[in-house]
């Protein structure tokens, strides 16, 4: 889980700084965003990463499934006076929960964007590009697109909040001469690459509407 889950937290930087172009203004980002995704399909290093992407995934949410039927075994029946929520957040106890929110948003987006890219016939641009620009922007001109994102997105921050702090301890990170920064770590890399991800459609739905 924890191998998984901090390369998955590596792609995720590694996405939101490709996704930051369609902050830029409309006639740059179209052919800036263009460029990045032709670059991404054609490069043979990225072809060889992104399987390892779509590996980790499968393997992050298989493996997820795993201990939580392993857990529900090993702790048998239901506590009759449960207090856990004294000692634990409610986002750590609910990581099924959010991470089922995460899988399903993960089938939406890769239909609208990855499986339209790879297998349909998208129009060019003037550079004579698969123009996917336009089809983020058709996407995020529709406000329940938009309000479907930003809650998805609110569940993987609170995913990858518990993640970080739980990988930290899996690697022995989590040491109290250590405890102060990872936490600053962990908070800093959610709230950036969770508000990256809400700004951008929020900005080109307004932009475009």
């Keep these: 889980m ?118 349909t016939d998208l129009p060019l641009d003037a550079r004579g590009q698969p123009d996917l620009y336009t089809v983020v922007v058709f996407a995020f001109a529709q406000w329940w697109y938009v309000l479907l994102y930003v809650v998805c997105m609110f569940a993987m921050g609170f995913h990858l909040l518990h993640g970080f702090f739980s990988a930290a301890r899996t690697l022995g990170l989590y040491h109290p001469k250590f405890t102060r920064w990872v936490k600053v770590s962990g908070w800093l890399y959610t709230v950036v690459i969770t508000g990256g991800f809400i700004i951008i459609p929020i900005y080109v739905y307004f932009t475009n509407s």
């Excluded at 409309?26 to 965003?33: L, T, Y």
């Excluded at 393997?59 to 929520?85: C, F, I, M, W």
Aim: hydrophobic share 50%.
């Design 2 to 119: 924890s191998a998984t889950g901090l390369f998955l937290c590596v792609f995720l930087v590694i996405h939101l700084l490709g996704n930051l172009q369609l902050l830029l203004p409309a006639a740059d980002a179209k052919e800036q965003f263009n460029w990045y995704s032709r670059l991404l399909s054609g490069n043979i290093i990225i072809k060889v990463i992104a399987w390892v992407l779509y590996c980790s995934i499968i393997g992050h949410a298989v493996y997820a499934l795993l201990l939580t039927l392993q857990s529900r075994r090993a702790n048998g029946t239901r506590y009759v006076y449960d207090k856990r929520g004294a000692s634990s957040k409610w986002y750590s106890r609910n990581m099924g929960l959010l991470g089922t929110i995460i899988l399903i948003f993960l089938v939406i987006h890769f239909k609208d964007f990855w499986y339209r890219y790879k297998f």
